[in-house]
């Protein structure tokens, strides 16, 4: 084989090893959206934070948690909730509820002062 064949077939195994890697990473996100319970490095792979992150996070309780045997454990439903609390609006949505303020202000009559 000539030196170019040689690095051709090089860059295609790396490519082909990193399509692997990408689909286990997947197959294994796969997996843990199908239970009910996380340990910390699943934790870690669904919020793509590091395991030593999620264990701060834990210990600091910015999440909700359960502890049994020294082990951090997360019920899904409970970090799903945590992750959607704090809801932004949208633009749109600011500008429907200040119309929607504007017209309930305009129709209550001025109260008066008293003399």
Do not use: H
Request: proline share 2%.
């Amino acid at each position: 084989m000539t030196e170019q064949m040689e690095n051709l077939f090089a860059e295609i195994k790396a490519t082909l090893d990193g399509i692997k890697a990408d689909t286990e990473l997947s197959n294994r996100r796969l997996e843990i959206l199908k239970k009910n319970v996380w340990n910390i490095d699943e934790l870690a792979l669904y919020l793509q934070l590091s395991a030593d992150r999620c264990s701060r996070l834990a210990k600091d309780r910015a999440f909700p948690s359960y502890k049994q045997n020294g082990r951090y454990y997360f019920k899904r439903e409970e970090i799903e909730s945590w992750l959607t609390a704090n809801r932004i609006s949208s633009s749109d949505e600011k500008k429907s509820e200040a119309a929607i303020r504007a017209v309930i202000y305009r129709k209550q009559p001025l109260k008066k002062a008293k003399a």
